[in-house]
């Protein structure tokens, strides 16, 4: 079975500077989707940003991008110019095709102002 | 265009009890998955509908049940509640072969 390990409960970061948050996942398929949701107090689950495992090169969306590593299977997320409003749980996600979302245990990120 | 909607808000239920959970995809979408978020986990996956099918479980018990109707809009139903189903019911809709699902607010379920 897929799994999904997210090795930092809790991460912070001063306003405007970087942080990397760890995700690393197990499978035995070549071809799937890597995701990092991001859930604010408000609970909707909101997608940041999304990976095809086909793709070599890493994704990026504004002031956040990965580093996916398939070999080593592992999918980091940057954010750059961290912002109060990036304050929120962050869960590192596996889809194989159409079927179901595996995710992690999830990053609790403060932004220090 | 409507994103996913979900009913109640929140919910207090005693252990026994039943309760029924619902939810109202995005327009378009005919696939909907359920997920239960314990606090401070992850979700977790329960089972997805298509075309009013169910078409993918996760490891919950039969007393987890669900719907989806004509319109695609579904419902979950948990019988003889027990104080661990106690979590956020989250609920996504997706077109079938989008890598994208949209997630509604969730139910907030406190079982005492």
């Known amino acids: 079975a897929q799994t999904v390990t997210q090795s930092q409960p809790e991460m912070s970061v001063q306003e405007a500077e970087t942080v990397t948050l760890s995700c690393t996942y197990d499978?035995?398929?070549?071809?799937?989707?890597l995701f990092w949701y991001k859930q604010p107090p408000s609970r909707q689950m909101i997608l940041v940003i999304r990976?095809?495992?086909?793709?070599?090169q890493n994704a990026t969306e504004n002031r956040f991008s990965v580093n996916f590593q398939k070999a080593a299977k592992s999918f980091s997320l940057k954010i750059s110019d961290s912002q109060l409003g990036d304050a929120a749980m962050y869960f590192c996600?596996?889809?194989?095709?159409?079927?179901?979302?595996?995710f992690g245990q999830g990053t609790r990120l403060t932004i220090n102002p | 265009e409507t994103g996913v909607t979900q009913s109640p808000t929140h919910l207090i239920k005693t252990r026994g009890q039943q309760v029924t959970l619902r939810c109202s995809s995005q327009?378009?979408?005919?696939?909907v998955s359920w997920y239960q978020q314990a606090l401070g986990q992850g979700p977790q996956f329960i089972f997805q509908?298509?075309?009013?099918?169910?078409?993918g479980r996760g490891n919950f018990p039969p007393r987890f049940s669900g719907l989806q109707f004509p319109n695609y809009s579904s419902e979950l139903n948990v019988n003889a509640l027990e104080l661990d189903d106690s979590a956020l019911y989250l609920c996504?809709?997706?077109?079938?072969?989008?890598?994208?699902?949209?997630f509604g607010p969730g139910t907030r379920l406190t079982v005492t």
């Open positions: 996504a809709s997706s077109l079938p072969d989008s890598y994208e699902q949209y």
């Open positions: 499978t035995s398929e070549s071809d799937y989707y």
């Open positions: 990976q095809e495992a086909y793709k070599q």
């Open positions: 996600a596996y889809r194989q095709g159409a079927q179901k979302l595996v």
């Open positions: 327009s378009g979408h005919n696939t």
């Open positions: 509908y298509y075309r009013e099918e169910e078409n």
